[in-house]
């Protein structure tokens, strides 16, 4: 095993450690951080790094943490967001944030203020619970309606994000019980407890379509990163080699 790839699975132990000793439901995961901080994490994640701030939801509001002195967080706001908030993932100088009946579009671009610019909502499924990315002009929810989200179907969301303050929802895909989901480049893959780690065709973001399942475990997040997919599972870390992006070669499992 060489030297970067056990630099890898001890940054993946620590996150874990992180999710566990901050778990308040299913949903919590370890820090989403952008590019420019160096790392990045789960789309089920409750907390995010983006440049100097920490952004952090509980089930009704977002706070916001000066960290340039990282020994001495400053909480700098709290705002109130809606109700059964669950999920947060930083895009650029946006912030999607999922909750059990829609997802919140903010603005950091004022990093201490962050600001509603849109909500995006599912005419088909009215409540659930729903993890989010946000990839170019197109976001992906997963819509899980299983206990105790409520609600009768289950979907991977498209929702088209090219004016922001209005986010339509244009299609959508059936599944059966969605988690964690992670894109790299024209490929999504999402975790479902169900049909397994699917490998989804996004070339054409309105019309994915599944590649493949991998059934190896049961997934629940994962964290596309340096041509590697790091995966949370029932049977802890897996390790895929994402070179091929539509083809996951498994590494380890730790």
């Not at 197109?138 to 179907?153: K, N």
């Not at 802890?236 to 992006?245: E, T």
Request: aromatic share 10%; net charge negative; charged share 15%.
């Amino acid at each position: 095993m060489n030297r970067n790839f056990t630099l890898i699975i001890l940054s993946c132990l620590l996150m874990q450690c992180t999710k566990s000793s901050t778990s308040t439901s299913s949903t919590t995961s370890s820090s989403t951080l952008n590019s420019s901080t160096g790392g990045k994490g789960g789309s089920t994640a409750r907390f995010a790094i983006a440049g100097n701030y920490l952004y952090s939801v509980d089930e009704i509001s977002l706070k916001a943490f000066d960290i340039s002195d990282p020994i001495h967080p400053v909480l700098k706001n709290t705002v109130s967001v809606g109700f059964d908030i669950e999920t947060i993932f930083p895009f650029n100088d946006k912030l999607f944030i999922g909750s059990s009946t829609a997802v919140y579009i903010y603005s950091i671009e004022d990093p201490s203020k962050p600001t509603v610019l849109g909500t995006a909502l599912s005419p088909t499924v009215m409540r659930r619970c729903d993890p989010v990315v946000a990839k170019d002009t197109v976001a992906f929810a997963t819509l899980r309606s299983s206990a105790p989200c409520g609600g009768t179907r289950s979907v991977l969301a498209v929702y088209d994000i090219k004016e922001i303050t209005n986010p339509v929802e244009r299609s959508t895909l059936t599944l059966q019980e969605p988690y964690g989901l992670g894109y790299d480049d024209d490929v999504l893959y999402v975790c479902d407890k169900v049909l397994g780690l699917l490998v989804i065709d996004i070339k054409n973001p309105y019309q994915p379509s599944v590649i493949k399942a991998i059934t190896e475990a049961v997934y629940s997040d994962v964290i596309p990163y340096n041509h590697m997919l790091i995966c949370w599972t029932n049977a802890g870390i897996k390790f895929y080699d994402i070179s091929d992006n539509r083809n996951p070669v498994f590494l380890a499992n730790i």
